[in-house]
């Protein structure tokens, strides 16, 4: 039987709002259920006395939630830690200690290490040394069979961590950070590292753990930065995910590689590590590293899918394959317009089209090069039908159906034309019967399928098809055998008998300033934050 996974949360600087933190986990309990702990990173106290920590400390409130907090990292704080080996300061409020492994009875093997960097001798109580990172290294790596930890816990971010990566947003990583957590992180392989302080939610995009071709495929780590409790900026400061321990999983399923897996940003730490040195700055790479965040409170879950443990000849048919030139679409590529994207999940992200038929004319897009539905992994599909139900509630809510589309023919990377259509102009059978009359006039044969029916079993990986989805789940196909006209879906919808815009079925016709693009992606953005099951916790 398959080993359940653990639900865990991670929470940024606390600074003393306890009831905020844990109203909120009671909130996400009631709504989710339970989950096993509760970790967290940064200030845990305020720097000053608040009358909400005595009612926890004697029993007038108690946490909902097991959970555990790393020390303090300045002079204020210190006297909440008594004992740095760990202890319990209220009932179901545990501190950690300075550094060390907690492994639980699941398997499950959390490091930790308190405090902030320091050089100086003596080392203050709220700080940790070089020989503190390296007495904790030697603790776990001299193990026989070590493949790296399930999580690491600190309260600095590691430097250089956006090398490679994501924008950091404000958070300039060449400069913040500490270069003794970016040796630690990169000694220990975590899957999870979770760190605060920054007042800044970061999600940096996975890196791997190996370097590839020389050596063995390992499992790809998860760099998370969280914000403070109850910030007024709304910034992301609980993070809910599931594991199950590393020691209860498969190697094959362990080191899946993540299709927007980037270089590992301490990749250049290894020999400086051994000999104590300074970490340098790894030197950037080409542009298809590069991905970018909104500015905007963008939440979500991640899940390891794709193949990277083969040869580079051996069959890898999880992992999307890499763009032949710049992709317009891939959302690590420097070529996207990040100004129109308006959402990102986990596998997919959401864009306003390019010179759309309305102005919330929307693409469903996997994050991951691959060119059609067909070829999608499961994670993937998953993930696209969630924003599928999302948006028809959204739009719904607006009055409005939608239509879905696809095109398999002359692209490079799978497009989900998600077009608005106002209930006022049409019913869906007036839809329906647009796009079998349009396409009989131009001798296109196409066909209505099953409605529970899964487009894999109809169309093979590389087959060009066209293939439409009505808001009542009705779905019309046609196998393209030869030549396809590129704007039939948009001139079907831009008819007079649905939205009644023909001078938009060519959407290099209906372009629009840049402003104004970012004006309509600002606008898509707040409307659709209610519905956005991306910043559920």
């Known amino acids: 039987m398959a080993q359940q996974p653990l639900r865990l949360l991670a929470c940024g600087d606390v600074e003393g709002k306890f009831d905020v933190l844990f109203n909120r986990v009671r909130t996400i309990q009631k709504k989710s259920g339970n989950f096993d702990l509760l970790l967290c990173v940064g200030n845990f106290f305020g720097s000053t006395q608040d009358a909400e920590w005595e009612d926890y400390k004697t029993g007038n409130k108690k946490a909902p939630i097991q959970t555990y907090v790393l020390g303090a990292n300045n002079q204020e704080t210190v006297q909440y830690f008594q004992d740095a080996d760990g202890c319990e300061l209220a009932e179901n409020i545990t501190y950690l200690g300075r550094k060390g492994v907690f492994t639980g009875s699941s398997g499950l093997q959390i490091a930790y290490l308190s405090g902030t960097e320091s050089l100086d001798e003596p080392v203050p109580s709220y700080s940790f040394s070089p020989t503190d990172v390296s007495s904790l290294r030697t603790m776990l790596c001299s193990a026989s069979q070590f493949k790296g930890v399930d999580i690491l816990l600190t309260s600095p971010w590691p430097k250089y961590v956006g090398s490679f990566g994501n924008s950091s947003g404000g958070v300039d990583t060449k400069k913040c950070g500490s270069a003794l957590v970016s040796r630690l992180a990169a000694s220990l392989k ?144 420097p070529e996207v317009e990040k100004h129109l994207v308006v959402n990102i999940g986990t596998h997919c992200y ?99 399928i099953p409605e529970h029916s899964d487009i894999k079993q109809i169309a093979q990986p590389g087959a060009a098809y ?72």
């Open 190 to 333: 975590p899957r999870y590292h979770f760190a605060a302080l920054e007042k800044s939610y970061y999600e940096r995009l996975p890196y791997r753990n190996h370097v590839v071709l020389q050596e063995s495929a390992q499992h790809a780590t998860r760099f998370i930065a969280l914000a403070n409790v109850g910030n007024l900026e709304k910034k992301k400061y609980l993070y809910a995910f599931s594991i199950v321990p590393m020691k209860l999983m498969a190697v094959a399923e362990l080191v899946k590689q993540p299709p927007d897996v980037t270089e590992n940003p301490y990749r250049e730490s290894g020999k400086e590590a051994a000999g104590g040195k300074q970490i340098p700055a790894p030197q950037e790479e080409s542009a298809c590293q590069f991905f970018f965040d909104l500015n905007e409170k963008q939440g979500r879950k991640r899940s390891s899918t794709g193949k990277d443990n083969k040869p580079p000849q051996a069959k890898q048919p999880r992992r999307p394959p890499q763009p032949p030139g710049p992709c317009w679409f891939c959302l690590a590529s």
């Open 466 to 537: 066209f293939y439409v989805e009505l808001d009542t789940g009705e779905k019309l196909f046609h196998r393209i055998k030869k030549n396809f006209p590129l704007q039939f879906g948009r001139e079907v919808l831009a008819s007079e008998a649905i939205l009644n815009v023909p001078d938009k079925a060519d959407w290099r016709q209906c372009q629009i300033s840049k402003e104004e693009e970012e004006t309509l992606a600002r606008r898509f953005r707040k409307d659709f934050e209610p519905f956005d099951f991306t910043l559920d916790d």
């Open 350 to 448: 959401l864009a306003l089209a390019k010179g759309g038929l309305c102005d919330d004319h929307v693409l469903i897009l996997p994050i991951g090069h691959y060119q059609s539905v067909v070829e999608l992994s499961a994670e993937v599909v998953e993930e696209v039908e969630k924003y599928k139900a999302t948006l028809k509630r959204f739009f719904k809510s607006r009055g409005k159906r939608c239509v879905l589309f696809e095109r398999n023919y002359r692209s490079h990377h799978l497009q989900l034309q998600v077009i608005p259509v106002p209930l006022s102009c049409c019913v869906t059978d007036d839809i329906k019967d647009a796009f079998i009359t349009q396409a009989q006039e131009q001798q296109i044969e196409l066909l209505e």
